[in-house]
């Protein structure tokens, strides 16, 4: 038999988002997947992240309900994205990929499925599913958007592939990767490509603080250098360049967001940044 290679999947609209965030963690509200290691249990978000980017892999465990390893993976964008870091608690650690390389991998959507839908799936098809009821036992966890990555059970890891984009969700801005992180790349704020050199192409977006949640702790998007050095903006340099630089960029009618993002609440705006802060 034949075997297809994948296809391309179509652009995403404007309640999709090109990028897909693998989470480190999970609110305190919720319980961790019981399949998941005790010794990985132990660790902390952010040692989470520093485990995959230092191994170069993702480890798949069964979710609940399945016997079959998975990759988990929220298709959330930015304004959603921020929702479930301020309303859902969700710890703001994590790697993204992008949709296309999930799907790649062999990756897709999960069915939210009633329980008694739920039931008529053989065994092996019980990973791609979550129940979802509202009355009675209920389970709901449509807000997750969910997409999996199946894994094999003999080895149920994932390499994260050399060519995808190496952008990760980090909750402090002091928080350095000790793995190298070659590529980087520039998204606008639907996650679609936009190419660096372009005329007055921006090196960082800079968001101001957000006025509700106040200061640090900080949350938001930041790609790394080859030498695993931070490219990302700061409280201090954002609010410079809102001085220098916001009144200038008001009237673009399309922001570009790049992949270094660091700010409290994820609260993006139009403002841009020209600089690159060391």
Known sequence: MTVQPPGLLGAAGPAQFEFLIHFCGRPSSAAMTPTVHQTIRDLQPWQRLHNILWEGQIRGYAPFGSDSPMVCLSKSPLEHLRWLLSHRQWPPWGLLLRRQ???????????????EQLATLPAELRGWAVRFEAGTN??????????????????????????????ILVGDPRWQPTALVQRTVFVDHYGMLAAPGQPRHPQIVDVPNCHTCGPPPYAGIRRTNGSGR????????????KHQHGTAVQGRSRSVHAATVVASCISFTTTLSERVVP
């Open 101 to 115: 390389t999930v799907y790649d991998l062999g990756g897709g959507p999960v069915w939210y499925a009633r329980t």
């Open 230 to 241: 931070s490219l990302a903006s700061c409280p201090a340099s954002t609010t410079a360049a």
């Open 138 to 167: 209920r389970s709901d966890w449509l807000h997750e958007r969910e997409w999996r990555i199946p894994m094999p059970p003999d080895n149920p890891v994932l390499q994260l592939p050399p060519d995808s984009v190496p952008v």
